[in-house]
């Protein structure tokens, strides 16, 4: 007979562990999805998960994609660790990238060291500004954040369209949706020749760092960490609840519009219509497979961008569509949270011989 | 362009055809939130439903088989959010955006060899009156089943919830499951069958898309409807017939900036497409703030996990 209880105290090991679980979980449910689809599995597998990654180029590639989703996920840790869901992050990204794009089209004709900085840090103040939006409804009016930040995605999204059709657009571009070509001083500088890979990583690396240091060093870090473990316990303690819920939501936003700047000052160069393959969304998945911890969002994230790249890959040579990048990372998550259920229960065995009471 | 009095009412024929995918997914959804889940997974649900219907109209060539069959996907794919949320007991909001990213990426997966194969036409219903009657022809008649279906769904979801006994046990489960599991309701089991029965009928808005609206599959067809539609549950503040009036205006919109589009209109195309998401803020935001008015419908528990110590 099987029993199960509630554990009292979630055992920290199995926490970290659980999401190599529900990796390996993935992989083999992808593998029996391209069975099933008419694929040898393990051939899919191998372009999925290791022909990408398999030379220097492919691996700045995975280091290229796994950089905007590290910095969303950091965001958005500070946000769920005080069960604030901002599900809006790709709209904080898009916004992000228009204000931080907007400043580099005003210096487009020009050079010089200040305008990179300029840009970021635009970028960062757009991508606030916007999360901010959905905090002060919730502060002050009592809003659901998840559906107003889920709406100004859409807002955000339209808002780049009008801009890249319309007032933006290219005036020497033959009517593609698409602003001028930003200049170099508005370009993240490249760290090796011949590969995509920009100086935005060491602002990921740096938002790694900064946030493992407020989150378990600071009074902040542990206002955060205790409201999202009980909500009556920081109202007891008398933390400010309505100014936290600012404070992380305007994290949340920086650290999106860092990345949206990053694309479109790294690879992409200027503003279109399809500057995040939903960075914001997949960063959710990121920060919960990476469980909220800075160094395990690291990780996270190098996995996730695999799918991404692994997709393309696997569009090029099964000629499958780059879509299934989603499956993947669908899974990765149904599998995590179903995981989850070993961390709060417990599974026993008992064995009952047969006059034995059953209670 | 004329404005007269027949052109109206194909215009109107139009609107009410563009909002039968949002008062389907918005309907089946609002009864899965009254009973206290939150669903973010219904893009997910529908492509799914898009996907299943038309691959099984050019298998078996029978449009009947398409369109249950879709309900059928629907309630298979939203059987994952279930087994997930009600007996592993995982957060609704990450398991319900696990559902819309799988869904998008499953949908593209099984629809690949579908694309670019034209759809078959579905049967409508009343044409010859379509055609003899002005301005109340193209409104009344002329439509497909389950346009008729979907202009029903919202009065039976609140005659449903309001006067039988089974949407009692519904908007009990939703407001108080604590008390409702000690008046002997198997809370997971009304939720259980809240989320399939969610399930069916976006399943069901995904096959109009594919089969009726624009008879075709195309990756990523539902492109953002299930957003809406989840917009639309609370724009219309849990209460079925306002679901159907949203999901009017919300057509209405779609189709009307395709017309501006056509004369030349001043205001940006973007502007109008993201007025139904403008709005849905602006409602949230009014009856948000006053507690008595979102308490009115809004289920007490919706997205909170639910266990019994057994």
Redesign the interface.
């Given at each position: 007979m099987i029993k199960i209880e509630k554990r009292n105290d979630v055992p920290m090991a199995l926490y970290f562990f659980t999401p190599f679980i529900a990796i390996i979980l993935t992989i083999l449910g992808g593998g029996i999805i391209f069975y099933i689809l008419g694929f040898n599995p393990i051939e899919a597998l191998k372009f999925y998960f290791i022909t990408p990654i398999s030379n220097l180029y492919g691996f700045s590639e995975l280091l290229l994609k796994a950089t905007p989703l590290c910095l969303i996920a950091i965001g958005l840790s500070f946000c769920f660790k005080s069960n604030n869901w901002n599900i809006g992050a790709e709209g904080q990204l898009t916004f992000g990238a228009i204000v931080g794009g907007g400043v580099a089209l005003l210096f487009y004709n020009q050079e010089g060291f200040y305008i990179l900085p300029l840009v970021i840090i635009a970028g960062a103040i757009g991508g606030m500004i916007f999360a901010l939006i959905p905090a002060i409804l919730k502060t002050y009016f009592n809003t659901n954040e998840i559906l107003v930040s889920l709406m100004l995605v859409y807002v955000s999204k339209l808002l780049l369209d009008y801009l890249v059709v319309g007032p933006w657009s290219n005036p020497e571009g033959f009517n593609f949706p698409e602003t001028r070509q930003f200049s170099n001083s508005s370009r993240m500088p490249l760290l090796f020749e011949g590969l995509r890979i920009h100086a935005g990583i060491f602002l990921a690396l740096a938002a790694v760092m900064l946030s493992w240091f407020v989150l378990y060093k600071t009074y902040l870090g542990f206002q955060i960490k205790v409201s999202g473990l009980s909500l009556k316990t920081a109202k007891y303690a008398g933390f400010k609840g309505k100014t936290m819920i600012l404070v992380v939501f305007m994290i949340s936003g920086a650290c999106a519009g860092l990345a949206g700047v990053g694309e479109i000052t790294g690879p992409i160069g200027q503003l279109h219509r399809m500057i995040s393959p939903d960075y914001g969304f997949t960063a959710i998945i990121v920060a919960f497979l990476g469980r909220l911890n800075p160094f395990g969002i690291i990780f996270a994230s190098l996995v996730v961008a695999l799918t991404y790249l692994g997709a393309e890959t696997a569009q090029i040579f099964l000629q499958i569509p780059k879509y299934t990048g989603q499956v993947f990372q669908g899974m990765i998550l149904f599998f995590l949270l179903a995981s989850d259920y070993l961390l709060f229960f417990k599974v026993k065995i008992l064995n009952l011989k047969k006059n034995e009471l059953r209670y | 362009m004329s404005l007269d009095i027949s052109f109206i009412g194909i215009l109107i024929g139009s609107i009410m055809a563009s909002s039968v995918p949002l008062i389907l997914a918005a309907s089946g959804e609002l009864i899965t939130e009254r009973s206290g889940v939150?669903n973010?997974g219904v893009e997910?649900m529908m492509i799914i439903g898009a996907i299943s219907g038309f691959a099984l109209m050019v298998i078996t060539d029978n449009l009947f088989i398409a369109i249950v069959g879709s309900m059928l996907s629907g309630v298979i794919i939203s059987l994952?959010f279930g087994f997930?949320t009600q007996s592993?007991?995982?957060?609704h909001?990450?398991?319900g955006?696990?559902?819309?990213?799988?869904?998008?990426?499953?949908?593209?997966?099984l629809?690949?060899n579908f694309v670019g194969i034209p759809g078959k036409e579905f049967p409508i219903l009343f044409s010859s009156l379509k055609e003899s009657i002005p301005f109340f022809g193209p409104i009344l008649f002329g439509h497909s089943i389950v346009l008729y279906f979907a202009f029903a769904l919202p009065f039976l979801t609140n005659y449903f919830l309001k006067k039988t006994k089974l949407g009692l046990i519904v908007r009990a489960v939703g407001d108080s499951p604590v008390s409702a599991s000690n008046q002997g309701i198997n809370v997971i089991l009304v939720r259980y069958c809240c989320i399939l029965y969610g399930g069916a009928m976006c399943g069901l808005a995904g096959a109009y898309l594919s089969l009726i609206y624009t008879p075709q599959w195309i990756?990523?067809m539902t492109a953002?409807r299930g957003?809406i539609a989840?917009?639309l549950v609370?724009f219309a503040t849990w209460s079925p017939i306002k679901v159907l009036i949203g999901a009017l205006i919300f057509g209405g919109i779609t189709i009307l900036q395709l017309h501006m589009q056509a004369i030349g209109f001043r205001i940006?195309v973007?502007?109008l497409?993201?007025l139904p998401?403008?709005m849905?803020?602006i409602v949230?935001?009014v009856i948000?703030?006053d507690?008595r008015k979102i308490k009115l419908n809004t289920p007490t528990s919706l997205g909170r996990i639910f266990?019994k110590?057994?």
């Open positions: - | 939150l973010l997910g994952i997930l592993l007991l995982t957060n909001v990450a398991t955006l696990a559902l819309t990213i799988f869904g998008i990426g499953l949908s593209a997966m629809g690949k990756e990523n953002g957003w989840l917009a609370v940006p973007q502007f497409s993201a998401y403008l849905t803020i949230l935001v948000s703030r507690s266990y110590e057994k």
